[in-house]
Structure formats: structure tokens, C-alpha cells
């Protein structure tokens, strides 16, 4: 898909944020918490964040895992 | 955003009324109703208290000496006596909540939420009935904004700028999720909006003067973005060259035409009928691959100068959309930085009107300068001008365009004004930049607030102006933004521009200025004219790192030690030479090209 020339923060013009994020989400070691979510709606909030960063299937085309570990500066 | 942040509610509080603090606190995403609702995310804390404060505006009393709303000499003198530190509370506060979402499964967020939190923001409940423009009388409360906000903003260092721990990639997360427009959990971004920030202004009194690492604003017509950190491939940079191409190194009469579309037409796309418009079309452009040719050259005449080439700036207008495209690769493969002024024909798009606009290719300082295409194509980032030139009677007798455009209206640059947006990118820890476009440095509004909370390192101000000399325009605006909030300020025009000016020369100055091309100004060492030696076309200026203590305003509210990129030298160079073509020398590799 075309990159629209003046898209000013949508979600095309900040993929590669997301991918970069979504390398040092999964370098950094988070673990899912065993408490439910009624317990910790924040704790909940953020790894709902996590999780749906994980899943998020974003093109990558073009664009290899070892790029953008680099350009994250994430280690495998 | 999961709704499960609401569901809990064990303990249900009457409904503030209204005009109270706690229907304000509500506005803001906060959950005054709720017994037990605490701000668990640093940014969310410092954005609501920090509202408060500015709100009614009672953060001056910390300068004032006011010892009740002073941080760290309440009056109370239960509490007094006890009173912890926000800034050690803030610091605590983030290295609990790193290890929380590192292990996860063993403690609850709001575990990690510091006691001195809990009792700052029991003591904003304790008013949440009171009417808000009583608040700024209540000196406990007030106490307890500040040190919600001295803490929130201490446990955010080094955030938007280094990911290297938990709390920090969390953060980037949340910046993503907000579209990279702020960092907070649960206050609303079209509330208001929380930012990585660079600089305190040391001058003044604002709400800006209360935090070293967080800015606040309200979000207006502008989208204020915090790029994503790159990882530079020789890590943190000790000097920064930037490779000045002022270019064109002429520019025409010709160049310059009274827009054809006038009238019936003008009304349909928003241009009145009683001005007048001009374009600015140079009718010599060079071929994309020549002209990445010739930068190709320049860098190369400038690595002979230095050790290294870290960045390449060309200004206003300088590139058509292929033309930067074909000097982006060459650019990036040669590892450095590109910030460019652009200019497009009109398309549906843009209404049919021609844009002018900068585009920062950050991908050159980093490993991936010899990636594919398609990395380059989704690091690029473009910003469209915010405001249209007016070329006014003097400016075209100084310009000498009067055979071209008529002098007696003003006449102004037929560009499309698309939406506003200003973003801030990070190529190493001290050099967080922006780009404001021409006008967009002398127009205040919308921008300037915005550039002001965040306080990027540097600012690019991408000119087609006349030269840049310390008693013209750029010069005064950039000394704003260099006092408040301490940035530096690189303004620059092409040669061609400079040349075409004749400015109004000072009494006994006959020295002939017209080409000094940039302008550079730092809040340590002032300003620098640099203008490039007769003959030469592009110019090297050396950028170091200078740190110095900022503080904010009050007692213990705590000091911070910040970068400001200066001044290290400019050297002029002439690369006007075209490369040499190489051609194979083998005579069987060449027979068989022939055939």
C-alpha cells in the first residue's frame, strides 16, 4: 500500500514506531500477570497493551526481524 | 483502550457537583468517585496535577516563598515533620513500577504506587467538592499537586529517549497507542497531552518551569508527535556535522510567476479574489540522479574536512518530491541524517495546489543504512508548511521581483495549507530536533506552544529568505526560543535567495553579506553568523554537546542536568565539480556491452 504523502500520525505513518515497540516489548521481558484483571484493572490495562502489540500483525514487508531489532536496539 | 480500568469500584463516592475540582478531576479521566482509585501511571499523576496548577494557576506561589504550597515546608505540622521528598518519592515510584511489570504475576500496579502518592492524592479528594477557583486558596491541596507533579515528572527520566528498562518500553507502548501524541494511560489525548520534554526554561515563571522530563499542553489544531527513539549505529555521538547545502545557488526572476489560477477558480479552493498569488517554480531542475550525483560529491568533499558527516540539511523549497528521493539513498547510504524543504505540483490531494513542506529521513545514523527501500519509506517523515508567505512591496523590491510580481497588493505563496502537525525526532540523547518551515518561525500560532513545552535540542528553520544576518527576523525569533525554553536555533536560506537580496545595510557597513546562508544561535553561546567563502557553494557546521544544571522554580522541587547542542566550528566548501564518471577499463567487458 502507498504511503499517503501527508498523513500526519494515523496509523500508516507510525508503523514503523509499532514495530519498533513491538521489538522491545518482546525484548523486555514482560510476563503475563497471574493475578485476574479484577484484581488489577491497570496491571490488566497495560498488558492488554502488551498483548495486542504482540498480535498486532503490521506489514512488514521489506522490512526483516533483524532490522528492526537494530534499528531498536534490542538483542535477540 | 480496555474498560477494565472502570469495572472497579468497590467503594462508590456521591457524584461531585458541578464546577467542583472533582467534576474537573473527572473531565480529566480521573476517578474522584472512587474511593480507591490512584493514578498508577507516573504521566497520568503529572498531567492532572500539573492541570490543576495551571489551572489556577497557584504554582506561582513557589516562588513567592509561599511555605505552605512549598513542597517540602507544608504547614501542617502533623505531617510536616515527615514530610518525604517528591523527587526521591518519583524515583522510587518508577524503579518499583519497572520491576512490577518486569515479574508481573506477584505484585498489583497500585502496589507499586508509592505511599506518599496515595496520601498527595487522598489530599486532592479531600476537595473534590469544593468549586475549582476555590482551590487555589487551599494551600494543603496545592502542596499536594506539586508534589504529584514533582514526582510523576522524576519518575520519567530519560522517557521517549532510551528504552532500556521496562518502565520505558511500557512507555513507548502508550506513546503508540496515543498515535505517539502522549504519554498517558487514562487521561485522554483530546484532553490533554503529556510529552517527553528537553528543556526548563530558566526564565519566567510557567507551568513549563515545574519539570524537567514531562511537558503538558492542551492539544489544539496541532498533532504534536514524539518519534520513536532510533538506536544510532556508533551509539550516543560526542559531535554532530551537519553538511549545510544551501541550494539553489541561484534563483531567477523567472523563477517566480503570478499564479495563472485567479478569480472564479481561486474562490472554488478557498484563495480570495482580491489577492494576489504567486508560484515559485524554478524553470531549471535538475535531473534527481544528477542532483544526487552532486550531493554524493559534497559529502565526500566534506569527509575530507571532517571526521565524519552526520547530517545533511538543505532548506526551503531546495527539492522536488523525486529529487529528494533519489538524494535521500545516497544520503542514508552514506550514514547521515536528511532534512529537506520540498515542494510538489498541486494534485487531488492537495486541491490542486501546490504544497511546500520538510521531510526528516532519520534512518542514516543508524544500522540500517544499507536496508531496502521500504525501511526508507516508512521512516520518512513529512510536515507541510503551516502558514503562506506574504510577500509584501519591500520584500519584492528586495528580492528585485518586480517585473514579476506586482508590488502594490500583496502577494501571497499559492500553497496548500494541509493538516497541522509538528513532530519531534531524536538521533541521539542530546540532539531531539523539529523543523518549522519559513513562516512558520515568525507565526507564533499554533506551534509555538507546543515547541515550547517540549523544548527539542535544536530547531531547523528551513528559509527562502534573504541572508541570514543578526538584525534580520530569523534572528529575533530564534532568540526567543533560545531564552525559552533554551533551544538552539539553526536558521538557514539558499545562496540563491541570499544573493537575490539586497537588505538595507547598516550605516558604515559596507561589508557585502549576502552570503551568509545560516544563522546559528544556542542559549549558551548566543549566535553565530556563518556565511560561506566567495566561490563555494555548501558549508560543514560542527555541532558539540554542552551540559548545564536547569532548575525549576521553587525549593526542592529539584535541579536536572541538560544538553544543548553549540557552536564547534564552520567550514566553507566549494563542491561544485561534478564526479568523474568511471568507466570499465576492461576491453572484454566493454566488447561485450557493445554488443
Redesign the interface.
Known amino acids: 500500500m502507498k ?4 498523513d ?4 500508516e505513518s ?8 513491538q521489538e ?2 518482546d525484548s ?8 485476574s ?14 498483548r495486542a ?1 504482540k498480535r498486532a500483525k503490521t506489514r512488514k ?3 526483516s526481524k533483524g ?1 528492526l531489532r ?5 538483542k535477540r | 483502550m480496555t474498560k477494565r480500568g472502570v469495572i472497579h469500584s468497590p467503594q462508590a463516592l456521591d457524584d461531585p457537583p458541578g464546577g467542583s475540582l472533582g467534576e474537573w478531576l473527572r473531565f480529566l479521566g480521573a476517578m474522584p468517585q472512587e474511593s480507591d482509585w490512584i493514578p498508577v501511571w507516573p504521566p497520568d499523576a503529572f498531567a492532572i496535577a500539573a492541570a490543576i496548577l495551571r489551572r489556577t494557576g497557584a504554582y506561582v506561589n513557589l516562588v513567592n516563598g509561599t511555605s505552605k504550597t512549598s513542597p517540602k515546608t507544608r504547614s501542617r505540622p502533623s505531617r510536616a515533620s515527615h514530610e518525604p521528598d517528591a523527587s526521591a518519592v518519583g524515583r522510587e515510584w518508577r524503579k518499583t513500577l519497572a520491576s512490577v511489570l518486569e515479574q508481573g504475576e506477584t505484585k498489583r500496579l497500585r502496589d507499586a504506587c508509592p505511599e506518599a502518592i496515595r496520601g498527595w492524592w487522598a489530599e486532592m479528594l479531600r476537595c473534590r467538592t469544593s468549586p475549582l477557583a476555590e482551590c487555589a486558596k487551599d494551600p494543603h491541596l496545592l502542596a499536594a499537586a506539586v508534589n504529584l507533579c514533582v514526582a510523576g515528572d522524576a519518575a520519567c527520566d530519560d522517557i521517549g529517549v532510551d528504552v532500556r528498562d521496562p518502565f520505558l518500553v511500557m512507555a513507548e507502548l502508550v506513546l503508540d497507542h496515543n498515535e505517539r501524541r502522549s504519554l498517558c494511560l487514562r487521561v485522554p489525548v483530546e484532553k490533554l497531552a503529556v510529552l517527553p520534554k528537553r528543556h526548563t526554561p530558566q526564565r519566567g515563571c510557567t507551568i513549563r518551569s515545574l519539570s524537567h522530563n514531562l511537558a503538558l499542553f492542551t492539544p489544539t489544531e496541532i498533532r504534536a508527535m514524539w518519534e520513536s527513539p532510533y538506536k544510532a549505529a556508533s551509539g550516543d555521538l560526542d559531535l554532530f556535522n551537519l553538511l549545510l547545502l544551501p541550494w539553489p545557488v541561484a534563483v531567477e526572476p523567472g523563477d517566480f510567476c503570478v499564479s495563472g489560477h485567479r478569480a472564479e477558480h481561486d474562490v472554488n479552493i478557498g484563495l480570495s479574489g482580491d489577492q494576489r498569488y504567486f508560484d515559485y517554480r524554478p524553470r531549471q531542475s535538475e535531473s534527481p540522479a544528477k542532483l544526487a550525483a552532486r550531493v554524493a560529491h559534497a559529502i565526500d568533499v566534506a569527509t575530507r574536512e571532517v571526521d565524519r558527516i552526520h547530517g545533511v540539511a538543505l532548506p526551503e523549497l531546495s527539492l522536488t518530491f523525486e529529487q529528494f528521493l533519489a538524494v535521500e539513498k545516497v544520503v542514508v547510504k552514506r550514514h547521515a541524517i536528511l532534512i529537506s524543504g520540498v515542494r510538489g505540483e498541486g494534485s487531488r490531494e492537495t486541491n490542486g495546489l501546490p504544497y511546500n513542506a520538510c521531510v526528516i529521513q532519520p534512518l542514516g545514523l543508524t544500522d540500517l543504512a544499507k536496508a531496502p527501500g521500504r525501511i526508507r519509506d516508512v521512516a520518512r517523515r513529512i510536515q507541510l508548511k503551516h502558514h503562506r508567505w506574504c510577500l509584501d512591496r519591500d520584500q519584492i523590491l528586495q528580492y528585485e521581483l518586480g517585473g514579476r510580481l506586482p508590488a502594490a497588493p500583496d502577494c501571497w505563496e499559492r500553497i496548500y495549507i494541509g493538516p497541522r502537525a509538528i513532530r519531534f525526532v531524536t538521533f541521539t540523547t542530546w540532539l531531539t530536533t523539529c523543523v518549522l518551515i519559513c513562516e512558520d518561525l515568525a507565526r507564533q500560532d499554533p506551534v509555538t506552544e507546543v515547541i515550547r513545552s517540549v523544548g527539542p535540542h535544536l530547531v531547523f528553520a528551513l528559509l527562502m529568505d534573504g541572508p541570514q544576518l543578526r538584525n534580520r527576523w530569523p534572528s529575533r525569533y530564534a532568540s526567543v526560543l533560545a531564552e525559552d525554553p533554551g533551544c538552539s536555533v539553526l536558521s538557514m536560506t539558499s545562496l540563491g535567495m541570499a544573493q537575490r537580496s539586497r537588505p538595507r545595510q547598516q550605516s558604515g557597513d559596507t561589508s557585502d553579506k549576502r552570503s551568509t546562508i545560516a544563522l546559528w544561535r544556542d542559549a549558551i553561546y548566543g549566535e553565530r553568523e556563518i556565511a560561506l567563502e566567495p566561490g563555494h557553494n555548501a558549508c560543514v557546521l560542527s555541532l558539540v554537546k554542552k551540559t548545564a544544571t536547569e532548575f525549576t522554580i521553587g525549593a526542592g522541587t529539584g535541579s536536572h542536568v541538560a544538553a544543548f547542542p553549540v557552536y564547534a566550528g564552520a567550514r566553507s566548501i566549494s563542491c561544485a565539480r561534478q564526479p568523474r564518471k568511471r568507466t570499465r577499463q576492461w576491453p572484454r567487458y566493454n566488447a561485450r556491452r557493445k554488443r
Open positions: 504511503k499517503p504523502l501527508f500526519t500520525g494515523d496509523a507510525n508503523e514503523l514506531s509499532r514495530l519498533l515497540t522491545r516489548v523486555a521481558g514482560f510476563k503475563v500477570p497471574k493475578i484483571p479484577k484484581n488489577d484493572p491497570d496491571l490488566a490495562t497495560f498488558h492488554d497493551l502488551i502489540t514487508k521489506g522490512i532490522q537494530k534499528l531498536a536496539g534490542v
